[in-house]
């Protein structure tokens, strides 16, 4: 075999990188090759999405070296990544939805007639149509990118990439927004560009989806290379290990039983705003009730609806045997009831405001008779942050600034201050790595244990089956079943899912 067929089409040796008073890259290498799909995880704070911004031009390195085809590169922005043939895609696509996917691909590119310099519509549709083609795109490329699903929003990012000739993809979380049947035609798309030569970075907290897609995964923690691990090897449990340094043999947190429980909350009839279907259903002092489903099933739309921010065109809610209305958010919080929603940046907290004043937002009005009790505002912002183990510099932090996972405990902890006795979680681990999570389990299974009826949406089935007293599975907006002890697993929730 000739020596430059060896030769990596990527390296990036000893990489280095601080921010003020963080060292967030230690000396990392990472190795890419031709054709292939590497996988790079770690836990949130890792330094993955620094090593990548680095890569793209929009971080310079403090030391280190990048080489291509083993030669020796300068990136010093982010044109400079994409004449090298490097593209990253990341999570928060960058699109304008009210053009269409045509003039997404070409953005700024767009051929134009050389007498005139006006856009060539007819080249510009034609090269569209020929990218679309090539990443599984259906449609036509005159169709608005706002009219497109979060995959085929996925897929017009890969076009646009392959429209200046990436040699190497990188893409961030690719999956977390994307339906089963969207991942599947994403991952046979990755397939398909790899077999043309095109490398693939694939960062993700998915580890099942890893170990289906990659040949190689590298491992990072604490700045840090940790590990790496060859297609043989790459087993859930090996890559966790790596990723937290040590054996989460007890992943989730054990429950016992659940022993006969007052009702404290209970659904009749409830039609959520635009749906079809009626929905009835229980909910146990100490019980953490899952609610699983596909993609639209409607299981955000339940909870909405439960917590007063769409109201519900039908049914009644009881509320510890008493009947009550729930016309807005401050009826449920009057009544017991937080919500943690499935958007933690747009909805869970404000991320310009630091973690004391988040805390304390939907418990406001009990610090200020007349004027703001600061002391004692900030004494119980304190007492949630050491019981959540919350990490922060301070009370003052601003929440932008957290992982992904302290940010996640902040939206929890705000709902915990008022001591709620029904405690609603929309997909409360979406975005955030594994160590993150084993903390969050932990705490919903505490939270339950000291009595909080818990709600849990979650898109994860091991998540449901993991934490879940009880399952209610929803499809096309009714719910198809309610799964109890045994009865809990993967082949019937499945089942009820997809309405069979």
Known sequence: ???????????????TKRFPGVLALDNVDLVL???????????????????????AGDYPADSGAIYLDGRPVSIKGVRDAIELGISVIYQELNLA????????????????????????????????????????????????VSELSPGGQQLVEIAKALSVKSRILVLDEPTSSLTPSEVSKLFDIMRKLRATGVSMIFVSHRLAEVKEICERV??????????????????????????????????????????KREVVLSVRGLRPKGAKSEISFDLHSGEVLG???????????????????????????????????????????????????????????????????NISL??????????????????????????????????????????????QKVALGKWLALSPRILILDEPTRGIDVGSKSEIYKLIRNLAND?????????????IIGLSDRVLVMHEGRCTGILDGDQITEENIVRLATGS
């Open 97 to 144: 939805p009210n053009l269409d996917v045509a003039s997404n691909i070409f953005l700024g590119r767009e051929p134009r007639k050389k007498l005139l310099g006006i856009v060539d519509k007819r080249a510009l549709y034609s090269r569209a149509s020929e990218l679309a083609e090539r990443v599984g795109l259906s449609g036509n490329v005159t169709t608005p």
């Open 218 to 259: 590298v491992v990072l923690r604490d700045g840090r290379n940790a590990g790496e691990l060859d297609k043989p090897r790459m087993e859930i449990e090996e890559m966790v290990k790596l990723m937290v340094g040590r054996d989460l043999a007890r992943f989730f947190p054990k429950h016992g039983q659940l022993e």
């Open 291 to 357: 609610v699983a489903g596909l993609v639209g099933a409607g299981r955000t739309e339940l909870v909405r609806s439960l917590f007063g921010v769409d109201p519900p065109e039908a049914g009644s809610v009881e509320v510890k045997g008493r009947a009550t209305k729930v016309r807005s958010p401050s009826d449920a919080i009057k009544l017991g009831m937080g919500l943690v929603p499935e958007d933690r940046k747009q909805l869970g907290v404000i991320l310009e405001m630091n973690v004391a004043e």
């Open 1 to 15: 075999m000739p020596a430059s067929v060896q030769i990596p089409l990527l390296e990036m040796r000893g990489i």
């Open 33 to 55: 090759h031709r054709g292939e799909i590497l996988g790079l995880i770690g836990e949130n704070g890792a330094g993955k999405s620094t090593l990548m911004r680095i890569l």
């Open 362 to 407: 939907p418990s406001i009005k009990t610090y200020h008779p007349v004027l703001l009790d600061r002391k004692r505002e900030l004494q119980t912002a304190q007492q949630v942050v050491d019981s959540l183990d919350i990490r922060t510099p301070s009370l003052f932090q601003r929440v932008q600034y957290l992982s992904g996972g302290n940010q």
């Open 451 to 463: 009595g909080v009826g818990i709600i849990m949406v979650s898109s994860e089935l091991e998540e």
